[in-house]
C-alpha cells in the first residue's frame, strides 16, 4: 500500500477518480438498523456484505477488504478461505485484518496472504512494537494504524481539564480519564516542543513519527475538518532528524500510559 491510500467506507466515488483511491471497508459485525448485535464473521455473513458494500459504493471491486475484529466463533481460516474466494472472483482485491494478534494473523496468512493490518498504534499507544510489527515486516504485511494522534490527545487540544460531551467515545475510554490525561501530558509537551522548534504542528510531528518507523506504515487520521485534513496530509512532508526521533521515542519510553484503551465490554474484542 502507498502513502496515497484513501480510506473510504460509504462514500460513492464518482468515475473521473476511481483509479486514484483505495476504496477499503469492512466486514465482522452483524447489525440490526443502526445497532451492532455482534460479532459475525461467518462465510454468508461475509459474502452478503461485500455484495452490500458493492452495491452501495457502486464499484466492482473492494480494494481492501478488512475483517473488522477477528471472531473466536469462525476460525480464521473459513474466513481467509471466503475472502479469497471473492478475490478468485474478482470481487475484492486485497485482504486484510484489525486488531488480530500475531496467531491469527500467520494462520490467515498462510491460507489469503494478508495485505494490511489496521490497528491502534502511535506515540500514545506502542503495544504493536513487541510482537505485531516485527510478525508484518517479516511477512510483508502492511501496518495501517488508527488513531494515530490518540483520539485527538497528541495534538495539544487536551489537557486534564477538558471536558468530553456524553455521545463523545473519550468520555467512556480509561485513558482519557482526567488522571490518566494529567499523567500523560509530558510526552504532549514534549511533542509541542519540538513542533514548535521546527515549524510544525504538534498532529505532524506525532504522524512524522510514525511515518519514520517504516515505509509499510500508513496511518489513517480521521476528521471532520478541511483544515485538518489538509494539516494531516503536510504531515508527509516534516522531517524529523535522527536526533529529534531519538528524543521523542525515549520521552514515551518514560511515560507509563495510564488506563486501558477501551472499557471492558469493548475490550473482549481485541485479538491478543
Known amino acids: 500500500m502507498g502513502r496515497s491510500a484513501t480510506k473510504s467506507s460509504s462514500a460513492r466515488p464518482s468515475a473521473p477518480v476511481r483509479e486514484q483511491v483505495v476504496i477499503a471497508t469492512k466486514f465482522g459485525f452483524s447489525f440490526d438498523g443502526s445497532r451492532s448485535t455482534g460479532l459475525d464473521s461467518r462465510p454468508a455473513h461475509i459474502r452478503s456484505t461485500v455484495e452490500d458494500s458493492l452495491r452501495r459504493l457502486n464499484v466492482e471491486r473492494i480494494d481492501l477488504l478488512y475483517q473488522h475484529r477477528v471472531d473466536p466463533d469462525v476460525p480464521i481460516e473459513e474466513v481467509a478461505g471466503t475472502v479469497k474466494e471473492l478475490i478468485d472472483a474478482g470481487k475484492v482485491a486485497h485482504f486484510g485484518l484489525s486488531e488480530a494478534g500475531v496467531e491469527v494473523i500467520r494462520r490467515a496468512h498462510a491460507v489469503q496472504p494478508v495485505t494490511a493490518l489496521q490497528s491502534e498504534y502511535s506515540l ?45 467515545l473519550r468520555s467512556s475510554l480509561p485513558r482519557f480519564t482526567e488522571q490518566a490525561r494529567a499523567t500523560d501530558q509530558a510526552l504532549v509537551q514534549l511533542v509541542a516542543a519540538i513542533a514548535a522548534r521546527i515549524n510544525a504542528t504538534p498532529a505532524q510531528v506525532a504522524l512524522a513519527w510514525i511515518l519514520a518507523q517504516h515505509p509499510s506504515i500508513v496511518p489513517i487520521p480521521g476528521t471532520t475538518k478541511l483544515h485538518r485534513l489538509q494539516e494531516n496530509i503536510a504531515a508527509a512532508d516534516v522531517e524529523l532528524s535522527p536526533a529529534d526521533l531519538e528524543e521523542i521515542t525515549a520521552a514515551a519510553n518514560r511515560v507509563d500510559v495510564t488506563g486501558d484503551r477501551y472499557p471492558a465490554h469493548m475490550q473482549r474484542w481485541i485479538n491478543r
Open 124 to 168: 500514545w499507544w506502542r503495544e504493536p512494537e513487541a510482537e505485531i510489527l516485527p510478525t508484518l515486516l517479516e511477512l510483508g504485511i502492511g501496518l495501517v494504524p488508527f488513531s494515530p494522534l490518540g483520539k485527538g490527545f497528541l495534538t495539544g487540544t487536551i489537557d486534564s481539564s477538558t471536558a468530553f460531551a456524553d455521545s463523545d
